[in-house]
């Protein structure tokens, strides 16, 4: 709890409780006294709280354990009124990672059904990195055989893993100190190693295919999400790619041929109101080629570089004919290839919910498993009737 008055006579925010998720405030009502509420591990609790002393009294008092979270990220999925009514949602169903072909027909199934968040295919597609959250909101990194479907705990925490080209190293979000790029071998062997140093979330998009540099979104509070590099090569200072007041991430560059830097980038931009997805050149200099014609989100880039599929505002993937030559880029009218059954909604900031082998003919997705159905919307009126007082 702290002041949004500044000045020299400010009180310092007040540490109230240890919780995983955020707290919302129910104030006092009907005689009732107020209460906050938050999550412990996976309990919705309440707890009395007086907003004028601020200070919190009585013991905790467990509401219910089928609260999820949203994106691993620790946010409660719950809120309240001040009429009295709680709503929450109940833990999501596993997904499951399933190759389709491009008709959208299932062909086989990788691994088991998980909390998948965010995960990345190996260049030689052997192997998947994804990330999850354990029961209790913490998140954890794996690598996972595509072949056998073992997986394996990849040290450290952090979401959006990213494959090096030669598959020695994952990079990664982390969540050590602040949201920021770390990298480690995929060995596990060694400690992370920190790339940037910035007090805003950073999520990885992509590994660029000579492998010299990586392209992130960061969310900034004054023009949203924008999009940097960071060259992995000389003093390895990040650089801003796109900062307008729109949102730009969910970036992928073009494959490079001959161990060459790639010249193009694909990314999401709701320049036009809406997410769409684009190609820039890289670097940018002004050339720009609007992809998609009616939503778009989630660019994959074909290996050879002669297609670029990406996810329609109605959950369809698309795929594009491009061009890279000489001369610039090009690009044909985006075709419906199928629609799949996606395991979330596509308008989850994950980001993360499909990958394309590499000559195009499969896409390996996150399908929901029916191994555990979410449980929806939950509805309590006078949830704080009967509270021991």
Not at 53 to 73: Q, S
């Amino acid at each position: 709890m702290g002041s949004l008055d500044a000045g020299p006579e400010t009180q310092k925010p007040l540490r109230l409780v240890t919780a995983n998720s955020n707290a919302v405030y129910a104030p006092p009502r009907n005689g009732r006294p107020g209460y906050l509420l938050f999550g412990l591990d996976q309990t919705l609790t309440a707890r009395q709280f007086d907003a004028t002393r601020l200070k919190l009294e009585g013991e905790p008092i467990p509401m219910t354990e089928e609260v999820g979270y949203l994106n691993g990220l620790r946010l409660g999925n719950f809120s309240v009124s001040e009429t009295g009514v709680l709503v929450y949602g109940g833990k999501r169903g596993l997904a499951q990672l399933t190759w389709i072909g491009r008709d959208g027909k299932p062909l086989s199934t990788v691994g088991a059904p998980n909390n998948f968040e965010f995960f990345s295919l190996s260049y030689d597609e052997k192997r998947v990195t994804f990330d999850t959250h354990d029961s209790n909101g913490t998140l954890s990194l794996w690598i996972m055989d595509t072949s056998r479907g073992t997986a394996s705990r990849f040290p450290g925490g952090g979401i959006a893993p990213h494959w090096s080209p030669d598959g020695k190293w994952i990079a990664f979000s982390g969540v050590a100190d602040q949201w920021n790029i770390y990298q480690r071998p995929a060995s596990g062997a060694t400690t992370a190693e920190r790339l940037t140093t910035s007090k805003n979330l950073q999520i990885l998009d992509d590994w660029s295919g000579d492998g010299r540099f990586l392209v992130y979104s960061e969310q900034d509070p004054k023009t949203r999400n924008d999009l940097w590099v960071l060259p992995l090569s000389g003093e390895r200072k990040p650089v801003p790619f796109l900062a307008t007041p729109f949102d730009e991430k969910e970036g992928k560059f073009a494959p490079s041929r001959d161990g060459t830097a790639p010249r193009w980038l694909a990314y999401t931009s709701d320049e036009t109101g809406a997410g769409e997805v684009y190609v820039q050149s890289f670097p940018a200099s002004g050339t720009k080629v609007r992809i998609s014609t009616n939503g778009g989100s989630q660019p994959r880039w074909r290996r050879d570089g002669k297609e670029l599929f990406y996810v329609a505002a109605d959950g369809t993937i698309m795929g594009a004919p491009v061009n890279i030559g000489a001369s610039g880029f090009q690009a044909e009218a985006p075709a419906a290839l199928c629609r799949p059954p996606f395991a979330e909604p596509l308008s989850a900031p994950s980001g993360g919910r499909f990958e394309a082998s590499a000559d195009g003919r499969r896409f390996l997705i996150l399908a929901p498993s029916g191994a555990l159905g979410a449980h929806g919307i939950n509805v309590v009126v006078n949830w704080d009737v009967g509270l021991k007082q």
